[in-house]
């Protein structure tokens, strides 16, 4: 059974920095492009960022391109992403996403698996 559990998220102030992790379950987690995605009360969730199999391509969001990177360990059969410059905007519940032998996608849709979420929160 595939399971992504998320960690590394609480309340930070505007401005400061938070590591998310996700730790994966997957047998053979170096064929899976990984993605995370936030969701925000009220909101839709939306995409963060996603890394390729073997983490030579990467694909951000816009409105937190420069200031996120998403990089993975196969070794460690996880994910991180870097939140650096954090804003009140960028509070919500961010959730790791899972699909196999698939480019970088920000379409939830064709994510597989996942986890169960970490909060974020960004205090102005």
């Known amino acids: 059974q595939v399971q992504l559990v998320e960690s590394g998220g609480g309340l930070v102030q505007a401005g400061g920095s938070l590591r998310l992790s996700c730790a994966a379950s997957?047998?053979?987690?170096?064929?899976?492009?990984m993605g995370w995605f936030r969701q925000a009360p009220g909101k839709e969730r939306e995409f963060v960022a996603a890394?390729?199999?073997?983490?030579?391509?990467?694909y951000y969001a816009d409105s937190v391109e420069g200031r996120f990177t998403i990089s993975r360990d196969n070794a460690k059969k996880t994910v991180y992403l870097q939140m650096n410059s954090l804003k009140p905007e960028d509070t919500a519940v961010y959730y790791c996403?899972?699909?196999?032998?698939?480019?970088?996608?920000?379409?939830?849709?064709?994510?597989?698996?996942w986890g169960q979420g970490t909060q974020v929160t960004v205090s102005s």
């Open positions: 996403a899972a699909v196999f032998g698939r480019n970088p996608e920000s379409n939830p849709g064709v994510y597989t698996y």
């Open positions: 997957i047998r053979t987690f170096s064929g899976y492009t």
């Open positions: 890394i390729s199999w073997i983490g030579d391509s990467t």
